[in-house]
């Protein structure tokens, strides 16, 4: 049977068959591409670029390089064991690729442009290349890549880029106290390696002290077998005690120190990652633990009487180049710190061995014998090929050839030493002090005053710009940070008062100055919370906390409203009526003015909810702002002279910390008068004080305000008495307000009777 077809396929068919699968073809292939960009699109958006230090340079490209178990890694002679460091760091998947990837570290020691810790990191789809001319400069990129694994959201998709970058300073510390309490060895070591990934190169260990000392050195037994414990964990109940020391394995020993062992170890590991580790000997003073134990060494030759070492006895130098020699041993570093801060002399002068050394070396001021310490010490290590260090009382009586100075008090000491040509770390308090708190200290541990949130860390610039000449400024070699541990007894507290503030240090180090900036930090920090909860970093929280600043703008006479807080990007809820902000209430979007007395209140608000309870501020543009203050006793203590005599009454409260220059302080009596300019009608005044018992500042006892037409006779119009306890431990600020309805006045001096230590007021308003 013949089956007939009636499929008449002629060519215009064929034709037109093929000229349809062409275009379903050309259809599909633009889908396709459609599709392509669509996922690189939606992909890069999960693409994480937010690396802290902030690179030179950063170019993003398009893809990702996949993780993958197979992955190659491949490095040159001489970072075989940084490419095997990056193995074990990385996070691969278990899935296997037929075409896996490669991480290729590469030599370029001719490439000038990447200077002594510089690094490429080029990442493509199929291959990342880690280029340097050095082991520092791999090790920091390896870390780059191992941030920017760490911070994606998917860790086995690393975004295509290219990074080329360097270091600002060649130093950038941070500094442990492990003496007042003591921190273990894997402690140190995940701190160790969390400054490896924010760049930072040198831990300074603050190893002896009063309050233990921390390494052995087997010459010296006692140090480790009695001075190293004390029968007290926290610092503050020892300090209040009688502060004496117990022995190892006594039931109630509180301490450590670290074997030779596990020093070896420490340095080893913060070398594979790029970390020196800077030992610190405290000398001449601190050594409270050393004379416990071997009184010979102090001035009265008895135990438990003395905190520094007595210079014009020659075992003094014994036991220190015996110690130092130790340390040299253990710690290949090129600087050695010999700490020289804060030494009381006091038992110095009296002393006949002292009286002696003086006489020989034609001394005629007792703090020479610091500097002939400093010296003799510098001479020692010099031999030895190392570089002696020390905090900037070093500087006193005359600077050893060759020191390098930690200027700490504030950055004076560290120009001084610039201008002298020697080299210089920055590590000022107001910034760089990390056991000052972070936050409104009424919502924190107690702590030992200050306040340097992050945002203040990153405001720090080590080079001080008007200072210096350009040759003086290269001799700021770089910055530190440090923790002081009186208020720090655990690995946690530890953790929360260094993190994320060492990340805001980490920038300032590393970062050229020109690419410094707030905000772009902050976003960034957003991504590397992630990198810190990988670590179980028991960071810092950012607080919902809202500080309402008001600036007086003096041709207005109005206040213009800033709202700052600790969180990024906030919505903020606020109103000027009295009333709780709500979700209808206006959203902040920039600073603006109120006349008037107006009541501001402000909220945070996240997925709709109030994230704390309202911040309020009574803005008040009152009579005195402007006017002329006259100081009738002498004045403010040069210490905390804040904005001099316009501090009064410049209509800016101070914040929370008498360090900000808005705070005036006063060591006696407050005594000022206010020129209205002419005669007015009053109604109230009031003068705020804050108290903070720590560092010694405490209310008045009282206030009293005396008005006058002529300035000369002045007639009481009211006196209020304090009521705040000066056994309170938290930070308190107190507003006297004095009743003046129906008085006039040109005008208004204002007493304020010292209680104790410093008093500090911040602004008197008149209504
Ligand atoms: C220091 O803070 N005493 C260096």
């Known amino acids: 049977m013949k089956i007939k077809s009636d499929c008449k396929f002629s060519l215009k068919h064929f034709f037109y068959f093929c000229f349809m699968i062409k275009r379903i073809f050309t259809s599909v292939t633009i889908l396709l591409f459609v599709a392509a960009i669509a996922e690189a699109q939606s992909t890069d958006k999960n693409a994480y670029y937010s690396i802290v230090p902030k690179p030179v340079s950063l170019v993003e490209e398009s893809g990702f390089f996949k993780m993958d178990a197979n992955i190659r890694i491949l490095a040159p002679d001489g970072l075989k064991p940084t490419a095997e460091l990056l193995k074990e760091e990385l996070s691969f998947p278990d899935k296997k690729d037929t075409r896996p990837g490669i991480i290729r570290f590469e030599w370029k020691k001719n490439d000038h442009g990447l200077g002594k810790e510089g690094y490429r990191l080029l990442i493509a789809s199929h291959e990342i290349r880690i280029i340097s001319a050095t082991k520092e400069g ?27 970058d360097q270091p600002r300073f060649q130093y950038r510390g941070f500094m442990l ?7 273990p060895v894997s402690f140190v070591e995940k701190l160790i390696n969390l400054m490896a990934f924010y760049k930072l190169n040198n831990l300074h260990l603050h190893l002896t002290d009063g309050a233990g000392w921390r390494i052995q050195i087997p010459k010296y037994p006692l140090l480790t077998s009695v001075a190293a414990w004390r029968p007290n964990e926290t610092l503050q109940q020892w300090w209040a005690g009688d502060r004496r020391y117990c022995h190892e394995g006594d039931p109630d020993a509180y301490g450590g120190y670290y074997t030779a062992s596990q020093i070896k170890g420490m340095v080893k590991y913060a070398a594979a990652r790029g970390i020196n580790i800077v030992p610190e000997i405290e000398m001449p003073a601190h050594s409270e633990e050393v004379l416990a134990v071997y009184p010979q060494l102090s001035c009265s030759g008895k135990p438990y009487e003395d905190a520094s070492f007595c210079i014009g006895n020659d075992s003094t130098f014994t036991f220190l180049e015996d110690v130092l020699t130790e340390v040299m041993k253990l710690f290949p570093s090129k600087y050695i710190h010999i700490g020289g801060d804060e030494a009381s002399m006091r038992s110095w002068a009296s002393n006949p061995l002292n009286q002696a050394l003086m006489k020989r070396e034609g001394f005629i001021q007792v703090d020479q014998l610091q500097s002939y310490l400093v010296k003799k010490i510098e001479k020692f290590l010099t031999a030895h090929g190392r570089k002696l260090i020390g905090w900037d009382e070093i500087l006193k009586g005359g600077l050893a050839p060759e020191a390098t100075v930690m200027s700490w ?50 405001s720090y610039d080590p080079v001080p710009e008007d200072s210096l000449t350009q040759t003086e400024k290269r001799h700021i070699a770089g910055v530190q940070a440090n923790l002081w541990t009186e208020w720090v007894p655990t ?56 500080h309402i600043k008001a600036m007086p703008d003096y041709q207005k006479k109005e206040y213009l409203i800033h709202f700052n807080t600790e969180q990024y990007n906030p919505v903020i809820h606020y109103t000027t009526d009295g009333s709780v902000p709500n979700l209808q209430s206006p959203v902040y979007a920039q600073p603006f003015y109120v006349s008037g007395i107006t009541t501001i209140k402000a909220t945070i608000f996240k997925n709709d909810q109030a994230m704390d309870s309202p911040a309020v501020y009574v803005a008040d543009y009152d009579e005195a702002i402007g006017k002329k203050v006259a100081y009738n006793n002498g004045g403010w203590s040069s210490s905390y002279p804040a904005q001099r005599d316009s501090t009064l009454t410049n209509g800016i409260d101070g914040s929370l910390t008498y360090q900000d220059g808005q705070w005036q302080g006063f060591l006696h009596n407050m005594d000022v008068t206010i020129d209205m300019d002419s005669v007015i009608s009053l109604n109230n005044l009031s003068i705020r004080f804050m108290q903070l018992i720590g560092p010694g500042v405490y209310m008045p006892d009282s206030v009293s305000v005396f008005l006058s037409d002529d300035n000369n006779t002045f007639i009481e119009a009211g006196t209020v008495k304090n009521d705040v306890s000066p056994k309170d431990p938290h930070l308190l600020f107190k507003t006297f307000f004095i009743n003046l309805k129906g008085n006039e006045a040109r005008y208004i001096r204002v007493k304020a009777y010292i209680q104790r230590g410093y008093m500090f007021t911040d602004e008197i308003r008149v209504n």
């Not at 106290?177 to 921190?183: A, I, L, N, Y």
């Open 138 to 164: 791999a090790i920091h990129g390896m870390f780059t890549l191992l941030q920017l694994q760490q911070i994606q959201p998917d860790e086995y998709s690393i975004p295509c880029l290219k990074i080329t």
């Open 177 to 183: 106290d492990v003496s007042r309490h003591f921190f």
């Open 409 to 458: 008090r504030g950055e004076a000491g560290g120009i001084a030493a610039a201008r002298m040509g020697h080299d210089v770390i920055m590590t000022p308090g107001e910034y760089c002090y990390f056991d000052h708190y972070q936050s409104d200290p009424n919502t924190q541990p107690p702590g030992i005053g200050g306040y340097i949130p992050l945002r203040k860390v990153y």
């Open 491 to 546: 690995t946690e507290h530890a953790e929360y008062m260094i993190f994320p503030r060492l990340l805001a240090l980490s920038e300032i180090a590393w970062t050229p100055l020109k690419e410094k900036d707030f905000d772009d930090f902050h976003r960034r920090m957003q991504d590397q919370y992630r990198l810190l909860q990988r670590h179980f970093v028991n960071y810092y929280r950012p607080s919902y906390r809202i």
